[in-house]
């Protein structure tokens, strides 16, 4: 079967030009479709430069490089590359990874089975978009951000909610979705209820998967970790208030070791929290080898969003056997099971949190519980080759059924 890909990250192509292996799941689960002889792959994506398409160990990448900059003539000249792609490759099936991404219109401009693998939501992330007590003016009139940043502002949050009802669109015009937890589920039924939906779960980043090391407790300080993007509605601001109220409450020696942000001015300024003096570490950018060290040194992860599918942030950390605290927002609950393998609570709640946060502190052998728990319900969820499986079977349900409403006849094996 010949499988077309359109990605939002450019999974192993880097490998071949720097060396670089992706790191990102959609490569995890790239390095595995390599490995069957029954798949013949293609991976589209955007490219900041003019690139050829080539073949690199069985698979053919299509760098798409589009200057256009005006939002409705780059789309159209987006499409018309895609097609042209399409019809180089000529696959039997195109899967495309978010529905919050414009390939997803391309469905309706060819005659092949698309399958789109939802990954979050932009109209349920708009709608989550700024922390309580925090809205656009906040950008506007801080000191904190530049000029620049002040004259995008709008702009920023015009294009979030044009994005998402594009994503509507997306919603509407493809048929066949998959998914791996209730909420994306709901959400393709609510636009779209003759879609067909199936449900697979996501591979994980090598470190993770394949690391030999679990989490066991250690005695002394507290150490908190948290993985969030830049985003408000990812929980930077919970972050911040709950260490606060650890803080100034308690006598908990601890540390909060937030990574993949390096700042949080803006938060700062707004609650009047600066993150160093309530215990909160800001890292960065980390490697997946540092994330792993930092993770099977802490006491508790904890997942502060507003809004989410699927987080891997907190796969990641089960997989370690971490134990997990997540808010109960989006599709998290399809991921914790509510004390047993994880804890679920409530958004924007930093009271019940920080409490917790405390009695887990205090009971560690809750928390070696936990991290049995996490660990064998994460390693079965992203076990690599029982998601390979399900996938293939998928693309052939796929290939059956949209044959069968087209009248094409029976599907050559």
Same mark, same amino acid.
């Given at each position: 079967m010949r499988v077309l890909w359109f990605s939002p990250t450019k999974s192993l192509f880097e490998s ?42 069985? !698979?053919?990448?299509?760098? @798409? ?5 005006? $939002?409705? %003539?780059?789309? /159209?000249?987006?499409? *018309? ?54 809205? !656009?003016?906040?950008?506007? @009139? ?5 000029? $620049?940043? %002040?004259?995008? /502002?709008?702009?920023? *949050? ?24 209730h909420w994306d589920q709901s959400i393709v039924r609510f636009y779209n209820p003759e879609a067909t ?79 160093n003096s309530v215990g909160v570490n800001l890292l960065g950018v980390v490697s997946q080898e540092e ?123």
């Amino acid at each position: 079967m010949r499988v077309l890909w359109f990605s939002p990250t450019k999974s192993l192509f880097e490998s071949r030009i720097s060396g670089h292996n992706g790191g990102g799941w959609i490569s995890s689960l790239e390095e595995q479709i390599r490995a069957q002889s029954s798949v013949e792959l293609g991976v589209v994506f955007e490219y900041d430069s003019s690139v050829d398409s080539s073949v690199v160990e069985g !698979v053919t990448y299509y760098p @798409l490089h589009i200057t256009q900059k005006n $939002r409705k %003539k780059r789309l /159209a000249v987006a499409i *018309d590359q895609s097609l042209k792609i399409i019809d180089d490759f000529q696959p039997d099936l195109i899967q495309f990874f978010g529905s919050e991404w414009w390939y997803g219109l391309l469905a309706g401009h060819t005659d092949i089975p698309c399958l789109v693998h939802m990954q979050g939501s932009l109209p349920s992330c708009y709608n989550a978009r700024y922390p309580a007590g925090f809205s !656009v003016w906040n950008k506007l @009139l801080s000191r904190h951000t530049s000029f $620049r940043q %002040k004259l995008m /502002a709008f702009r920023v *949050d015009s294009t979030f909610w044009k994005n998402a009802e594009q994503e509507v669109r997306i919603l509407k015009v493809n048929r066949y979705f998959m998914g791996r937890t209730h909420w994306d589920q709901s959400i393709v039924r609510f636009y779209n209820p003759e879609a067909t939906y199936f449900t697979c779960q996501e591979m994980l980043r090598s470190s993770f998967i394949k690391s030999e090391q679990s989490w066991t407790y250690q005695a002394g300080a507290l150490k908190v970790i948290s993985t969030i993007s830049g985003p408000l509605y990812k929980g930077m601001d919970l972050i911040l208030k709950t260490a606060r109220l650890l803080k100034e409450h308690t006598d908990l020696v601890f540390e909060w070791s937030v990574c993949g942000v390096h700042e949080a001015r803006l938060m700062e300024s707004l609650y009047g929290i600066e993150a160093n003096s309530v215990g909160v570490n800001l890292l960065g950018v980390v490697s997946q080898e540092e994330l792993v060290d930092r993770l099977l040194d802490s006491t508790i992860y904890v997942h502060p969003s507003y809004i989410d599918n699927s987080p891997n942030s907190i796969c990641e950390a089960q997989v370690l056997g971490v134990p997990v605290i997540t808010t109960d927002v989006g599709g998290t609950s399809s991921l914790v099971e509510d004390g047993h393998s994880g804890y679920l609570v409530p958004a924007n709640d930093p009271l019940k949190l920080a409490d917790l946060v405390m009695q887990l502190q205090a009971d560690s052998e809750k928390l070696s519980e936990l991290s049995v728990n996490c660990r064998a319900t994460a390693l079965q969820r992203h076990n690599p080759q029982e998601i390979i499986e399900t996938l293939l079977e998928i693309y052939q349900q796929v290939r059956r059924s949209f044959l069968e409403r087209s009248n094409f006849g029976g599907l050559d094996e």
